[in-house]
């Protein structure tokens, strides 16, 4: 479960600190990566992940009501489920995430 909330709690303070709440498309994509290389490597599994992701978008809608294209972008960390797999390894490796 903490490492949910620590998920969690990572992404919303980048969002927090994005400009004006308009970070780019590719700013999101890379942000919600290296969260979820960091949740792996700590343990989360791809069915938590989920969890994250449902809980971020909602976030983003309440923080950034104006921009009506970050809930979207950040639906985009789903497809990272699918590829846990491949999450988890990028974690293993010794230049993985810097959590």
């Known amino acids: 479960m903490q490492t949910y909330l620590d998920a969690h709690a990572a992404f919303i303070d980048w969002l927090d600190a994005a ?5 780019t ?7 919600l990566h290296e969260l979820a290389a960091c949740a792996a490597s700590r343990g989360m599994t791809g ?5 994250v992701v449902d809980g971020l978008i909602a976030h983003a809608k309440r923080r950034c009501p104006e921009n009506s ?3 979207s972008l950040v639906a985009r ?3 990272l489920s699918a590829q ?4 988890q390894a990028e ?5 993985g995430p810097r959590c």
């Open 69 to 71: 294209e970050l809930p």
């Open 91 to 95: 974690a293993k490796r010794p230049e």
């Open 19 to 23: 400009a004006e709440c308009e970070p």
């Open 77 to 79: 960390g789903f497809v």
């Open 47 to 51: 069915a938590h992940w989920t969890f």
């Open 25 to 31: 498309a590719e700013q999101v994509e890379k942000a």
């Open 84 to 87: 846990w797999p491949s999450v």
